[in-house]
């Protein structure tokens, strides 16, 4: 990671990243969780794909299901076994919904923790339970604000949102380091424009910080537009 701050001070031209620092030893959550199955409302459950950060009081959570894809950011809290979020954006995708897309910002919400071993249930108010497995602990993580949104790096994998009007990318997943170029093997994608949706699975993609551009396999290629930080 010290070769990946080095490249993203020189190109970027950015201050210190939001997140930087040891994880609390006392916070359950702290890590990196893959997700594993979702259910809303009481309906079967659903294979899900995508990741949770949870890491120094910040929660950074991109997902799609065989419904829905969703993109989350905030701050959050523990207090017996129950953990209130504090979601300062938060997305909701569904191609069988209009408009496709749903956003909130400033909202709250609250889910009850089991954690069973390294396997995660999170029961929300409105009925949605998401279980989630341990990916990794998080010593450190690299978090970047961008417009509209959030760029994440932990020691392999990263977690991308920008909401820029009725436009959005959202990524998790893996990548690797070769130069100034990130390869991100995507899994998933989100990609909106207006009311078309596009889901993508194990994409691989270029992260090419000189040029500030995801370059997509397909031959798209996505501005990264890297805005001011915010204090915390």
């Known amino acids: ?83 209130s979020f504090n979601i300062e954006m938060g997305i909701l995708v569904s191609e069988n919904y209009a408009p496709v897309m749903a956003v909130r910002l400033n909202a709250n919400n609250r889910a009850s923790i089991d954690l069973q071993d390294n396997l995660l249930t999170l029961k929300f108010d409105e009925k949605t339970v998401q279980t989630l497995k341990k990916h990794s602990e ?53 990609s909106v424009s207006g009311e078309r949706v596009i889901y993508s699975y194990n994409e691989e993609i270029d992260l090419n910080l000189r040029e500030k551009t995801f370059d997509f396999s397909s031959g798209r290629t996505v501005k990264l537009n890297i805005s001011s930080e915010i204090d915390e």
């Open 138 to 190: 998080v010593e450190n993580a690299e978090v970047y604000t961008v417009q509209g949104g959030y760029l994440v790096f932990t020691h392999d994998s990263f977690i991308y949102m920008s909401l820029e009007s009725d436009n959005l990318e959202a990524g998790s997943g893996r990548y690797k380091q070769i130069g100034d170029t990130f390869t991100l093997q995507a899994n998933p994608w989100i």
């Open 1 to 83: 990671m010290k070769k990946t701050l080095a490249i993203l001070y020189m190109i970027l031209a950015v201050q210190e990243p939001l997140v930087h620092a040891e994880p609390a030893n006392a916070d359950p959550l702290a890590g990196l969780w893959r997700y594993d199955e979702i259910s809303h409302g009481g309906e079967a459950p659903l294979t899900n794909t995508g990741l949770f950060l949870f890491h120094n009081g910040r929660f950074f959570q991109q997902t799609i299901d065989d419904d829905m894809g969703q993109a989350h950011a905030g701050t959050y809290t523990i207090d017996d076994g129950t953990v």
